[in-house]
């Protein structure tokens, strides 16, 4: 198999003014540095709030700060932009119109964690997730329970249903069966009018969406988020694996930390985050591990005499600042946003679609 490597290929977008003060400013701390350790923060957005996120993670780390004060930072960034379909406010919702999000966090320092799901109408998942894990002795919390434990927490209820959300699940639910009766009344359906009608509604989607941003502070304590609305138009109460702790998000603070987007249910069945730090442990570098666990889905497919691919975007890193991403995605390589003291980079991965 091919590690990967030699298509590794790092190239610095243009560093932003405020990232060179920033880096300026905040240089002299990373006299720091022990064992090896490059400290990082990545997420698998590579979109202009993924660098907004990353410049603002960055700037906790780069003044000493935890691995989890960065993530949770970042992470909150791209939870609010209401133009992300995937992620938070904005997240495109289930079958009845209801957003429900999930996110799970991982301290590999306290080998601690904490993950909500079915989570509705907060803005800030992870943050709820954190405090899951830090102030209660469990791990996971879902649906109603988890929402009226945010609110005990003080976390503000609010409408997560953009307008562009909306319409986009509108769309969905009109042209979703012929067999029902959303839409006109079939006498008066005429085609020219309905194209005029949904003119200004954004396109009908059906996608998959997540971010993870996994981070290595200056001690060389690990942490990770992933948060995300899920499959978009699912099943009321559907859990997807960005809030499994082992699927969408795993973090050793010996090793690094991994997470993956695309379809929850073949993360879930591969524990395919757990899977890539086991094999970082074995030696893999990030680029291989994210490789490996590809291949380890299609293996399984293949074993029961299917071809399926399942849609999956796996990023990792390790504590020495190596990088790994990789999709089953035909179209273009797989990209994520990595800052560290060099400044603000994408990362492109590979496809990687064979055995
Ligand atoms: N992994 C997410 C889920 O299955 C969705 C995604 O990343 O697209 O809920």
Not at 17 to 22: E, M, P, Q, V
Not at 78 to 83: F, G
Not at 174 to 200: Q, R
């Amino acid at each position: 198999m091919s590690s990967g490597i030699s298509r590794r290929n790092f190239f610095n977008k243009t560093i932003s003014l405020s990232t060179g003060a920033l880096l300026l400013k905040y240089m002299p701390a990373f006299g720091a540095q022990k064992n090896g350790i490059v400290p990082m923060i990545i997420t698998s957005h590579s979109n202009e709030t993924g660098q907004k996120a990353m410049e603002a993670g960055w700037e906790i780390l780069a003044k000493g700060g935890t691995a989890l004060d960065a993530v949770e930072k970042a992470a909150n960034i791209i939870e609010l932009d209401p133009e992300d379909t995937s992620v938070g406010y904005g997240g495109l919702p289930n079958e009845d119109g209801i957003v429900q999000l999930d996110s799970s966090i991982m301290d590999g320092k306290t080998y601690n964690a904490g993950a909500v799901a079915c989570l509705e109408d907060i803005k800030h998942p992870s943050s709820v997730a954190r405090v899951v894990m830090e102030r209660t002795d469990h791990v996971l919390m879902v649906g109603k329970g988890a929402k009226d434990f945010a609110l005990k927490w003080g976390f503000k209820e609010e409408n997560l249903l953009t307008e562009k959300a909306r319409k986009i699940w509108l769309r969905w639910k009109e042209n979703m069966s012929k067999n029902d009766d959303w839409g006109p009344p079939d006498h008066l359906i005429d085609k020219a009018k309905e194209e005029a009608y949904w003119e200004g509604f954004p396109g009908e989607e059906f996608h998959y969406g997540t971010t993870n941003v996994l981070a290595v502070d200056m001690n060389g304590d690990v942490s990770g988020i992933t948060t995300t609305s899920g499959l978009s138009f699912k099943i009321p109460g559907r859990v997807g694996d960005s809030p499994i702790i082992g699927a969408g998000l795993y973090v050793d603070n010996e090793v690094g930390a991994a997470g993956a987007t695309g379809r929850g249910e073949d993360v879930i069945k591969s524990l395919a985050s757990h899977y890539m730090i086991l094999r970082m442990k074995d030696g893999r570098t990030p680029q291989q591990a994210c490789e490996d666990a590809i291949k380890m889905i299609i293996e399984k497919y293949k074993a029961i005499g299917s071809d399926y691919i399942p849609s999956e975007k796996f990023v990792a890193i390790n504590k020495q600042g190596e990088t790994g991403c990789a999709t089953t995605r035909i179209g273009n390589n797989p990209r994520m946003s990595v800052m560290t003291s060099k400044g603000f980079n994408k990362y492109e991965g590979t496809i990687k679609r064979k055995l």
